[in-house]
């Protein structure tokens, strides 16, 4: 996938719901007409045909960027374990799919959750804080790199192993409205990084207990060049140089556990 398809994926979505949203409207309505459905009509169909315009235009702005996309478009990059500036977008799904895209539009990798039945689109957001999850980070060929395992609870606990599910390292969380605060370990106990963040992940740094910066996160800012390919509120990771493979499948999972109910 590049950022040409993610778009196109994006854009048939809200096409399908607002169509969705709209037929359902349609059917209220007549059966209103045929006498099934009493009430006042225009308060039951007009939730469904404002849900129906919203989605349509964000179908159409999709279809927008597309035509505005470069046609030099992708160029080379140096993987995912490599990057040194990584984009962070969604796919609708029931719990996370995380894009990892470089700044050229190429995708480099993938965050997903193993459970992605269909069932789980009907599990409310505050309940499924509460259960266990299991995600897996892969390559664009679909290869796990590494396995990102959340305890149930309010506060993230993670288990973090690498492709032959060996523990690498783990994370305990302590999350109030305001910030994050939690420390990720290396896999024998030590403490690592410790976590301070806004309660808005718009922007920060994490750095390891003896004060070397790992990465850093922000939102709403980015370069023009890349701004022909990406939306300006997309969440940009830039790792210091050099970063060793294991903190860097660390720092993964923990954007998976920390962007886990954003909203896709």
Known sequence: ???????????????????????LAVIFFIGHVVGLIPGPIILITAPFMLISIALYIVHRIYESRI????RDLYGTNPG??????????????????????????NLMGEIRDRNMKWFMWMVPNF?????????????????????????????????????????????????????????????????????DTPGSLNSFEIATIDGKKIVTYQEGWMPVEWGRRFKTNTPILT???????????IIFGFCAAALNHRSN
């Open 1 to 23: 996938m590049n950022i040409r398809e993610y778009y196109q994926k994006m854009s048939h979505s809200n096409f399908h719901a607002s169509s969705i949203s709209l037929g």
């Open 67 to 70: 035509k505005e996309l470069p």
């Open 80 to 105: 995912l374990l490599d990057a040194e500036h990584i984009l962070l977008t969604f796919l609708p799904a029931p719990t996370l799919r995380l894009l990892l895209f470089a700044p050229d539009g």
């Open 127 to 195: 309940l499924s804080m509460l259960l266990a999850k299991r995600y897996d980070l892969v390559n664009p060929e679909g290869h796990v790199l590494a396995e990102y395992h959340i305890g149930r609870g309010l506060f993230n606990e993670m288990a973090i192993m690498d492709e032959e599910g060996s523990l690498i390292g783990s994370y305990q969380e302590k999350r109030t409205f305001m910030k994050i605060e939690g420390m990720i370990y290396k896999e024998d106990g030590t403490e690592w990084m410790p976590i």
């Open 239 to 249: 790792f210091s140089s050099p970063v060793e493979k294991i903190p860097r499948l």
